[in-house]
């Protein structure tokens, strides 16, 4: 892991963009104005999952609740960066800031309120449709300080009505990967040029600076400050909740597959029945992605084991009684993962079967838990490669080789405890992020306030 160190240089001139970049984002607009009632549509149709999609209906449009001016905003789409966000979040607050935090997905607005539930100095509500005025009226309401936007998300209307407003914009966590670069055509190459329009950019690594540096930004606009999701507070009842109802599941061993996604699943069925089947005091706990994913994942479960526990039965703190013979637990739970990696032996990273870059690694790690993933681990490479040399985590190049590894590890209780403890001395170099990112934003903020 390649950090800088304390001594953040800012960049202070954001380059202007071009005429023939200027005349693809008018054309955009256009298109996305034509396509308003298309968007509306969609959000009635993806409401019928999830409802969460219909409220703060308003804001998507700039309208809505009027939150504290002058906070920070925090431009965090999904549940991934909503989660990445809070150890920052918890800086700023710290410092006595109010948060602006904004989400494009209902997901990530319910992990915002739950993270800071009682925190009055933290407003929640949805990020508006990239439409100019929309956007133009969202910032002349809520007036931020600055705006931060996390790990990949870049929207032409919101970078370009910032400036507009004049709120410096800054990119924390940074992720715009090697495969974001290859075989770009020419709008893509203009809305990668749209990360020139960041006042600073912080990131994780020299590999990350590199790429940002590519596609035109200015080497003294990119700090190397590591990894967020490093810094994330564990709430103490997660963990305990999880190793009290691993003390009441009648099984020797726990496998978790954390965060799969939907083109895995099938991929992974087999090898649970395979895994169940050779070894009797196996018991998997199966975490789906995607909320959207639990209840077909269950089904898909059932001819394999035919008793399937979901986490919802078991009341709120995880209380309830595992029946006797279950050895499958589907998480169907949002916020809960700290007491899934208590339970676990062995940990397998999903999104790595299929070519998706693999989820976050660095979790599972600080919990002292060793790693297995398939082949795909571009997305996070940064801290799969140094997990892999010290030893913490495996990658394995097919489903066979997957399964088969598995088995041997955790037939073997002495190299999955050294796994474990490679991994948790990984997990800590990565530490330290949010406060790095927040010296370099503070900065920023005290460059603006003096030329208030």
């Given amino acids: 892991m390649r950090i800088v160190g304390k001594n953040i240089e800012l960049g202070r001139e954001v380059p202007q963009q071009g005429l023939r970049t200027w005349v693809l984002y008018v054309t955009l607009q256009v298109l996305l104005h034509l396509a308003i009632p298309l968007a509306v549509c969609l959000l009635l149709y993806r409401s019928i999952r999830e409802p969460g999609h219909l409220r703060g209906f308003l804001e998507r449009f700039g309208l809505g609740r009027v939150e504290t001016k002058g906070a920070v ?25 109010p948060v602006l935090m904004t ?12 993270l800071f539930p009682d925190d009055e100095g933290v407003a929640h509500r949805f990020m508006p449709l990239d439409l100019f005025w929309a956007v133009r009226l969202f910032l002349n309401r ?37 495969e974001s670069l290859a075989n770009v055509n020419l709008g893509r190459r203009h809305l990668l040029k749209m990360y020139q329009e960041f006042t600073h950019i912080f990131t994780r690594n020299t590999d990350y600076r590199d790429r940002y540096i590519r596609v035109g930004v200015l080497k003294d606009r990119i700090s190397c400050v590591g990894e967020l999701k490093s810094d994330l507070w564990i709430d103490p009842k997660h963990p305990m909740m999880g190793l009290s109802l691993r003390s009441r599941w009648d099984v020797e061993r726990v496998l978790l597959i954390a965060s799969s996604v939907r083109d895995e699943e099938a991929i992974l069925l087999p090898i649970v029945e395979d895994l169940l089947c050779k070894d009797g005091g196996l018991g998997v706990i199966w975490v789906p992605r995607s909320a959207q994913r639990f209840g077909a994942v269950i089904e898909a479960l059932k001819p394999i084991a035919g008793q399937v526990l979901r986490r919802s039965k078991l009341g709120t703190a995880m209380e309830g009684d595992v029946p006797k013979g279950c050895r499958l637990i589907v998480g169907d739970s949002i916020g809960e993962m700290n007491a899934y990696y208590a339970m676990a032996d062995l940990v397998f990273v999903g999104a790595s079967l299929v070519p998706h870059g693999g989820h976050n690694v660095i979790e599972p790690m600080a919990h002292r838990k060793g790693v297995v993933m398939g082949p795909s681990i571009y997305g996070v490479a940064f801290a799969a490669e140094p997990a892999q040399a010290a030893g913490a985590l495996e990658v394995l190049p097919n489903p066979a080789a997957l399964c088969e590894r ?9 190299k999955i405890s050294l796994m474990g403890e490679a991994a948790f001395k990984c997990q800590a170099h990565f530490a330290g992020a949010a406060s790095r990112t927040w010296v370099g934003i503070e900065k920023l903020l005290a460059e603006r306030e003096s030329r208030i």
């Fill in 142 to 178: 809520a007036q931020p300080a600055i705006g931060v936007v996390l790990e990949i998300e870049i929207y032409p209307a919101m970078m370009l009505e910032a400036r507009r407003a004049g709120v410096p914009m800054v990119m924390a966590n940074g992720n715009l990967l090697e």
């Fill in 73 to 97: 905003w925090i431009y965090a789409a999904s549940l991934g960066e909503t989660r990445a966000s809070a150890p920052l979040i918890r800086q700023i607050r710290a410092a006595g800031r």
């Fill in 406 to 414: 598995i088995l041997e590890l955790l037939r073997d209780p002495v």
């Fill in 103 to 114: 989400h494009l997905s209902p997901a990530g607005l319910a992990e915002g309120w739950r």
